[in-house]
């Protein structure tokens, strides 16, 4: 455990017990957050996926169904957080999105989550499309059931507020329901001053061009992101927790721009540093891997695309993706992006295909 994340729990530890709500939080260094709630830990799953462990719950000594295990608990979580010290360590990049599937696992268990990003002295910019991306999340699900709310937060007195809430007056009160719009609307408001303004002006296709999102020529969505087989394999990296934060924020951003329904419609999710070789290695090599399982199986709004899956593709565009499949993609930012723009622009226009 780094001393940031320690820092972190330490912080939401000061909010304390609030009557009938305890804290779970495993402050030293320890492993037990990788279990599942019914084992003690800090990890949610459903539909026969794990995601990634959580800092912090409070609980209330109830029953509770843990949908993963098909076990009945006696300590059923009300308000779970994962937390992060990353915006204080100057993270403009992609640290932010890495851990965002974390807070996803027991939202999708309809507890309410909290991906909570401190906001200290020097903190970097929080990027707009978290914001977007849980508040979107949220709303989709509630059409499909789901009570429960991901909130987006820098502030610990949110936190607080909502803690105490829930101890007073319940999760269903009109009381907590209104603290948690009012987070809510804090995060759609924080991302409109960017979507609304100079070069978006609320134009969904051009602000999802911006996150390397845009429609083929046959109007099939398509999302281009810098992967290899490495990026996976090389656990030093932690490329998996990026892409897989890429792949759901897409999903929750295709469903708020009115052009993608995320109970049929996928988007190709084309990564044209790898092939499908490739992908089935590591299909083989990483199955207890929680990133690439939920890569693979936890949703069906997108597809991994590989190179080799890609047609009409000319000898200079070959060339550059063989350089850059061996090279620091940091390095050679500029050559890069043109060759993504290229691929981008010949999707479009239908001069290259992806075929299945």
Same mark, same amino acid.
């Given at each position: 455990?780094?001393?940031?994340?320690?820092?972190?729990?330490?912080?939401?530890?000061?909010?304390?017990?609030?009557?009938?709500?305890?804290?779970?939080?495993?402050?030293?260094?320890?492993?037990?957050?990788?279990?599942?709630?019914?084992?003690?830990?800090?990890?949610?799953?459903?539909? /026969?996926?794990?995601?990634?462990?959580?800092?912090?719950?409070?609980?209330?000594?109830?029953?509770?169904?843990?949908?993963?295990?098909?076990?009945?608990?006696?300590?059923?979580?009300?308000?779970?957080?994962?937390?992060?010290?990353?915006?204080?360590?100057?993270?403009?990049?992609?640290?932010?999105?890495?851990?965002?599937?974390?807070?996803?696992?027991?939202?999708?268990?309809?507890?309410?989550? %909290?991906?909570?990003?401190?906001?200290?002295?020097?903190?970097?910019?929080?990027?707009?499309?978290?914001?977007?991306?849980?508040?979107?999340?949220?709303?989709?699900?509630?059409?499909?059931?789901?009570?429960?709310?991901?909130?987006? %937060?820098?502030? %610990?007195?949110?936190?607080?507020?909502?803690? $105490?809430?829930?101890?007073?007056?319940?999760?269903?009160?009109?009381?907590?329901?209104?603290?948690?719009?009012?987070?809510?609307?804090?995060?759609?408001?924080?991302?409109?001053?960017?979507?609304?303004?100079?070069?978006?002006?609320?134009?969904?296709?051009?602000?999802?061009?911006?996150?390397?999102?845009?429609?083929?020529?046959?109007?099939?969505?398509?999302?281009?992101?810098?992967?290899?087989?490495?990026?996976?394999?090389?656990?030093?990296?932690?490329?998996?927790? %990026?892409?897989?934060?890429?792949?759901?924020?897409?999903?929750?951003?295709?469903?708020?721009?009115?052009?993608?329904?995320?109970?049929?419609?996928?988007?190709?999710?084309?990564?044209?540093?790898?092939?499908?070789?490739?992908?089935?290695?590591?299909?083989?090599?990483?199955?207890?891997?929680?990133?690439?399982?939920?890569?693979?199986?936890?949703? $069906?709004?997108?597809?991994?695309?590989?190179?080799?899956?890609?047609?009409?593709?000319?000898?200079?565009?070959?060339?550059?993706?063989?350089?850059?499949?061996?090279?620091?993609?940091?390095?050679?930012?500029?050559?890069?992006?043109?060759?993504?723009?290229?691929?981008?622009?010949?999707?479009?226009? /239908?001069?290259?295909?992806?075929?299945?």
């Amino acid at each position: 455990m780094s001393k940031s994340d320690a820092a972190m729990k330490k912080k939401l530890d000061q909010i304390g017990d609030v009557g009938k709500l305890k804290r779970r939080r495993f402050i030293d260094s320890s492993s037990q957050d990788q279990e599942l709630w019914s084992k003690g830990g800090l990890s949610f799953g459903i539909n /026969g996926l794990v995601y990634g462990s959580c800092d912090f719950a409070w609980f209330a000594n109830e029953n509770w169904h843990e949908n993963y295990s098909n076990i009945h608990c006696k300590e059923k979580p009300y308000l779970v957080v994962e937390a992060t010290d990353c915006l204080n360590t100057r993270s403009w990049g992609s640290a932010q999105i890495q851990r965002f599937h974390h807070a996803l696992g027991p939202f999708l268990c309809d507890i309410d989550s %909290i991906y909570y990003l401190n906001k200290g002295p020097t903190a970097e910019r929080l990027r707009p499309y978290l914001c977007a991306a849980a508040y979107f999340a949220t709303f989709t699900s509630r059409n499909s059931g789901n009570k429960a709310s991901y909130l987006v %937060i820098t502030e %610990i007195d949110d936190i607080k507020k909502l803690v $105490k809430l829930l101890s007073q007056t319940g999760k269903n009160s009109p009381e907590f329901k209104k603290q948690v719009e009012i987070i809510l609307e804090k995060m759609i408001a924080y991302f409109n001053k960017t979507f609304l303004s100079k070069p978006y002006y609320g134009n969904w296709e051009k602000y999802l061009e911006s996150r390397n999102i845009f429609r083929q020529k046959n109007r099939e969505w398509v999302k281009i992101i810098g992967a290899r087989e490495r990026s996976f394999s090389d656990g030093s990296q932690r490329y998996g927790h %990026i892409v897989l934060g890429e792949a759901i924020t897409s999903k929750y951003l295709l469903a708020a721009s009115g052009c993608f329904d995320v109970n049929k419609d996928v988007f190709s999710y084309l990564m044209p540093l790898i092939n499908s070789n490739e992908i089935s290695t590591l299909d083989q090599t990483k199955k207890t891997d929680k990133e690439w399982q939920l890569l693979r199986k936890s949703d $069906k709004c997108w597809k991994i695309v590989g190179f080799d899956k890609l047609v009409g593709v000319d000898s200079a565009i070959k060339n550059s993706i063989n350089q850059y499949r061996t090279v620091n993609l940091n390095k050679v930012k500029t050559g890069w992006n043109q060759v993504k723009n290229e691929l981008e622009n010949k999707l479009k226009v /239908g001069s290259i295909t992806i075929t299945t």
